[in-house]
């Protein structure tokens, strides 16, 4: 099974750009689905984005302002963030699922990352 492990969260102003990354070691990557999910405080956690090959899934609400990209030779999924809001606080998460279909639908990978914190302020 495929463990991952993100990086780059820290804190923004509002209207600034983050890029998140996710490495992921212990299987063959470019098998997997990879996602990423985020948590704000006080709410449900949530999809971002999901990508597989040459597929790529984004919520409704995510398309404009956030970019999945991943170079399976380094093992790494990244998720590039711009024009960022206050309300995008939160716990952002990688996560990985053999299932495409089945990620994008049921919202349930089999792994998850630990979580990075993004914290924007106005």
């Known amino acids: 099974q495929v463990k991952l492990v993100e990086s780059g969260g820290g804190s923004v102003q509002a209207g600034g750009s983050l890029r998140l990354s996710c490495t992921a070691s212990g299987a063959t990557f470019s098998n997997y689905a990879v996602a990423w999910f985020r948590q704000a405080p006080g709410k449900e956690r949530e999809i971002i984005t999901v990508r597989h090959r040459d597929t790529t899934f984004y919520a409704a609400s995510m398309k404009d302002r956030f970019t999945i990209s991943r170079d399976n030779t380094k093992n790494s999924v990244y998720l590039q963030m711009d024009s960022l809001k206050p309300e995008d606080t939160a716990v952002y998460y990688c996560?990985?699922?053999?299932?495409?279909?089945?990620?994008?639908?049921?919202?349930?990978?089999?792994?998850w990352g630990q979580g990075t914190l993004v914290t924007v302020s106005s």
């Open positions: 996560a990985a699922d053999l299932d495409y279909s089945a990620l994008v639908r049921y919202r349930l990978p089999e792994v």
